[in-house]
Structure formats: C-alpha cells, structure tokens
Nanobody
Framework: QVQLVESGGGLVQAGGSLRLSCAAS????????MGWFRQAPGKEREFVAT????????YYADSVKGRFTISRDNAKNTVYLQMNSLKPEDTAVYYC?????????????????WGQGTQVTVSS
C-alpha cells in the first residue's frame, strides 16, 4: 500500500504562484512514477504533469507547459508541483498519483494510488 498526502493548495490571485507537495509512504519512493492530475467541477480528471522514478524525465500537459514544474526529492519521499503565472482556469482539486508498476504515463488508469486532493482556487 502507498499513502499519498498532498498539501500546499489555497486561494491565490491570477498571476500568482503556489507550490504543491505530496508526501508518499509505504513503499520505496524511488520505485514510484509520480504524477499530478486535476479535476474542476463538472469536468473529468485531467493530466497535469508526471515525473519518472529517477526524476530525469518529465512531461507536461500543453495547458501548463512553461508555467508549472514538477520535481521530486527521493530522499524526502516527496514530489512537488511549482505553479507559476496561475490563471483562473487552473482552479481545480489537484491530485497526486503514484504508479507502482513498470509503466509511466499521463492517463489516470496508469496510476494505482491516489491522494485525497488539495483545492487550488485562482481568482481573477
């Protein structure tokens, strides 16, 4: 079992920044591919960013590329999402996800553990 706990969400004005954190436990962190997804009211969960087990590779949704940065600290069992130049359309519940299997991708079904989510609200 893997437990994921997100933190760092909140209310911010458009153009502002937030950093989300996700602390993992229950499994050796370096064996987990990690991702961030988000879900706005009335919409499906969508991919935001993912990072490989070593941290050497990252991949972003087009909507956040150049504004968001995913990183990980394997010594602290934590993955981060630095969000800059936030827009009202970034408002959503943000979820951290972990993949314990051999794959690495940007679809929700490719992740088998999920956090409880943290709310990010961007005001205009």
């Amino acid at each position: 079992q893997v437990q994921l706990v997100e933190s760092g969400g909140g209310l911010v004005q458009a153009g502002g920044s937030l950093r989300l954190s996700c602390a993992a436990s229950g499994r050796t962190f370096s064996t987990l591919a990690m991702g961030w997804f988000r879900q706005a009211p009335g919409k499906e969960r969508e991919f935001v960013a993912t990072i490989s087990r070593s941290g050497s590779s990252t991949y972003y949704a087009d909507s956040v590329k150049g504004r968001f940065t995913i990183s990980r600290d394997n010594a602290k069992n934590t993955v981060y999402l630095q969000m800059n130049s936030l827009k009202p359309e970034d408002t959503a519940v943000y979820y951290c996800a972990a993949d314990t299997r051999v794959g690495w991708g940007h679809f929700p079904y490719e992740y088998n553990y999920w956090g409880q989510g943290t709310q990010v609200t961007v005001s205009s």
